[in-house]
């Protein structure tokens, strides 16, 4: 189970838009430290529906 706060929503990460993300840095850092961990890891996100990562490495 990862509780991912507002890192990492269903459908992708967030905060790649605003005017002080880097959308390269974002992703990178989830494929560094998330996506390491088991594809069927639940991910409770900081808003929205529950999620796993397995269906997020898609968007990345």
Do not use: W
């Not at 509780?3 to 005017?19: E, H, M």
């Amino acid at each position: 189970m990862l509780f991912s706060g507002d890192a990492l929503f269903q459908g992708g990460p967030d905060a790649t838009g605003r005017s002080y993300s880097n959308e390269r840095v974002i992703k990178d850092s989830i494929r560094r430290r998330l996506l390491t961990l088991p594809a069927e890891t639940v991910v409770h996100t900081g808003h929205g529906p529950t999620t796993t990562l397995g269906d997020e490495a898609a968007a990345l």
